[in-house]
């Protein structure tokens, strides 16, 4: 599991739902909730809070020309490549920290992904979980 530490920015409601925006560094992390501020007390701007969010779930790009629905994109290089014969278990130092994704080994290959190689983590946003 991925875990982030950021301070939410804003909190837009919209019937059960939330959009929350979090700042993760500098960097701006959109996630969907099913809560609100009246459900969840610590949807409050300026709160602390951990994102939660699983390594299946981490898209991994290479290069700067996706046009793309994903609203989460955290740059960084990749320091490690744990390559298996089916999966590999991808990490990018990103500036909120280290993002770990699990995608197909053939994958790995095509991208020609290696250590030292620049990449994105991109991350939908109803995959991200908050915690307190």
């Known amino acids: 599991?991925?875990?982030?530490?950021?301070?939410?920015?804003?909190?837009?409601?919209s019937g059960e739902l939330s959009l929350v925006k979090i700042d993760c560094a500098g960097v701006m992390i959109s996630a969907i909730v099913?809560?609100?501020?009246?459900?969840?007390?610590y949807l409050?701007?300026?709160r602390t809070i951990k994102l939660l969010f699983k390594e299946t779930e981490v898209?991994?790009?290479?290069?700067?020309?996706?046009?793309?629905?994903?609203?989460n994109r955290l740059d960084g290089e990749i320091t490690h490549i744990q390559q298996g014969e089916l999966l590999s278990k991808v990490t990018i130092a990103a500036r909120p920290g280290p993002v770990t994704s699990i995608?197909?080994?053939?994958?790995?290959?095509?991208?020609?992904?290696a250590a030292g190689t620049e990449a994105s983590a991109l991350i939908k946003t109803n995959e991200i979980m908050l915690a307190e």
């Open 103 to 113: 995608i197909t080994t053939n994958a790995v290959r095509q991208l020609g992904l």
């Open 1 to 13: 599991m991925n875990v982030l530490s950021g301070k939410i920015s804003s909190v837009t409601p």
């Open 44 to 46: 409050k701007a300026d």
């Open 59 to 71: 898209i991994i790009g290479k290069g700067h020309e996706h046009q793309i629905s994903l609203q």
């Open 34 to 41: 099913i809560d609100t501020p009246d459900t969840a007390p």
